[in-house]
């Protein structure tokens, strides 16, 4: 079985994100990239999977700018297999990714797509559901662990209300939730390794899809800040303060 | 404009997040339908056509849709679509697992934790953990969103004089299959829509500290939240966690206790009305962003905490 893991470039979580002055954007000159962390969780759990020996391939796909293949090796490195690039501006939304991710499935038919939960930069939680409805494959979203059995597999999902398990047929998308597992490092062997390993590249006009985006960026805006509080000296103080200036207990 | 919104419900009760979405929704227009799915849920839909702006609940009762499987559910909402010019649904694990199905299907691009709605095709709502604020413009014919509950006022549930009208669909065979569900039971009010949330960090070192936290909510009559780092060490289960990636909050009063402030879990709750940290660490974040800020041992500070508020109580009685 191949798995086909997506991973995607994002500005790195530790990073003070900050909007750019003419609103048009948020700053990302000379700003740290990674990848997207639940995306490392999806690349994990594919390297457990055929570690278990339950498959044979790991493929990586990100769709992006060129840089993108930065992501990929970082993929690589820890252990998956090959990569594929689908180049495309880096404001490419989930539903032209869906459309594109669909594409490589077909060439390349994986029996398990395992995808990061939520990009950490649009926050859209969108991709994994889309990809499931256009391959008409079971979707198993928010997934902290997941099970492979011969032809099914039973997933746990962290909903609003606690765990969910459900039981899907393979070939099934899964979307990864950060308590999965514990993404690895890669080795200083690995990382050579995979500088050899092989990255295709193409573009979505090859595959077919329009990508024009859908949505219009009116503009990108600071949230309003909080003002720095005042340190009370201790308890009695504090509860005072509550109950006497801010008027909540 | 005609609106769509898909019911959130556990085939018992009406979640407070569909209140939200269909205060949401007014905004962009005034006829609007909620679609109910689920099993026995004829007191449901007639609840909710007494609600304020609903015109019509559409209810599809079948023991096929008890479990609000995302795959039996998009193919309903897909066959009625072209009668509305937005669907709406709350940005909970349910809406979200639902909703871009739809959009895709329809071929339209979501938009997702609406937080402010400017006009019937702009929308504000939140990027990178809150630290951006997106207005953007959808440019397809159909509208798909889900909106953040927290963002929005509850409807009356009183007032509405809707009519209930029942549907036929077949469920679709789908491959993916409900076995279980492990919910945490408590008496305390709900984490999403409490007025008071104290919330515990890594800082607590343990699941038994935990019932320090527990001791100052049940004086508050509080919620319990907890950051990410408390979930991943197993203090709490993930239905605790306030942040990007978990709850997003927004009470009169929330508490955080040995909580550092990582930009992940502000996210979740920077919004809310006041905000009090205690930490050890004099130089953590969430110090930044607190309207009462004590710098103490958690583990001296709490029992403190808890008699100060007995005295307060009894002062009151």
Known sequence: MKILVTVKRVIDYNVQVRVKADNSGVEKENVKMSMNPPDENAVEEALRIKEAGKADEIIILSIGEEKCQETIRTALAMGADRGILIKATDDIEPLAVSKLVSKIVEAEKPGLILMGKQAIDDDSNQTAQMTS??????????????????????VTREIDEGLERVKVNMPFIASCDLRLNEPRYASLPNIMKAKKKPIDIKSAEELGVDIKPRIENIKISEPPTRQKGVMVADVAELVQKLKYEAKVI | MSILILAEHNNTEVKSSTLNTISAASKVGSEIDVLVVGSDIENIAKEIANYQHVSKVISLDNKNFEHAIAEKIDPVIVSMAEKYSHIFAPATTFGKNVMPRVAVKLDVAQISDVINIESEDTFIRPIYAGNALATVKSNDAMKV?????????????????????????????????????????????????????????????????????????????AAIGASRAAVDAGYVSNDYQVGQTGKVVVPDLYIAVGISGAIQHLAGMKESKIIVAINKDEEAPIFNIADYGLSADLFEALPQLSSELDKLNSIEK
Do not use: H, M, Y
């Open chain 2, 145 to 221: 969103i889900t909106v953040r509950p927290t963002s929005f006022d509850v409807v009356a549930k009183e007032g509405g004089s809707g009519i209930v009208e029942t549907l036929n669909f077949e469920s679709s065979d789908t491959f993916t299959e409900f076995l279980d569900r492990e919910e945490s039971k408590s008496d305390r009010p709900e984490l999403s829509t409490a007025r008071i949330v104290v919330s515990g960090g890594r800082g607590l070192q343990s699941a038994e500290n935990f019932k320090l936290i527990s001791d100052i909510a049940d004086k508050l009559n």
């Open chain 1, 133 to 154: 409805a256009l391959l008409n494959w079971p979707q198993a979203t928010f997934a902290s662990k997941i099970d492979i059995e011969e032809n099914t597999a039973i």
